[in-house]
């Protein structure tokens, strides 16, 4: 699975990363971070719900589908 993330979440990613280096053992996976991030998001929030606010956002941009092209 690839994860394509917008600027400001792959900065917040990688202050997580750079703030988890010191720690032991290591907080240095993107991917524990992006599977504790999916973890929270479940035990507050229902795959439906999550579905209508991601369809939701898309209508409030307009119709553009796919992600953003540099």
């Known amino acids: 699975m690839t994860v394509y993330l ?14 988890g280096r010191p720690l032991k053992p290591r907080v240095n996976s993107a ?8 973890s929270r998001l479940a035990e507050q929030t229902s795959a439906q719900d999550v579905a209508e ?3 939701d956002r ?10 953003k092209r540099v």
């Open 58 to 67: 898309a209508a409030a941009q307009g119709s553009q589908s796919g992600r």
């Open 6 to 19: 917008e600027a400001e979440a792959a900065d917040f990613l990688d202050a997580v990363l750079l703030a």
């Open 31 to 38: 991917s524990a971070v992006i599977r504790l991030a999916i």
């Open 53 to 55: 606010i991601l369809r």
